[in-house]
């Protein structure tokens, strides 16, 4: 399961999907994603509407330089299973990922910017 971010062009009541080129669109695994979502300030996993891309903007602002300097802490891979049940595997992050994906979120509210984006979902 993914946490996908989208970008959309809000007028008054009119609301649209804008549809960026794959290198420029931004989807992070569940997990990660609520651990970015929870540096951002925001709780919820999937946004009940749109936030405007500036209000994003600035807590990316914010983030990145209480983020300057540090990186987060790496999470080792783990197995889990019990007898006669599935195996769960978490495949961990490497040092700093929290970071890395601190700057393709903000690559992504360039991107979305540039064609038009007034506001960013998530879900």
């Known amino acids: 399961m993914t946490i996908s971010f989208n970008a959309f062009p809000i007028t008054g009541t009119v609301s649209r999907f804008i549809d960026l080129p794959d ?6 695994s569940n997990a990660n994603g609520q651990a970015l979502l929870n540096v951002l300030g925001i709780t919820k996993t999937c946004s009940s509407s749109p936030s405007p891309i500036q209000a994003m903007t600035a807590l990316l602002t914010v983030i990145k330089r209480k983020q300057f300097g540090y990186r987060s802490p790496a999470i080792p891979a783990t197995t889990n299973q019990k007898p006669g049940h599935a195996l769960f595997i978490d495949c961990g992050r490497s040092e700093g990922y929290i970071e890395r994906r ?22």
């Open 102 to 123: 601190l700057e393709n979120f903000s690559d992504f509210i360039d991107a979305s910017l540039k064609a038009g984006a007034t506001h960013i979902g998530w879900g």
């Open 23 to 28: 290198e420029a669109g931004f989807s992070i």
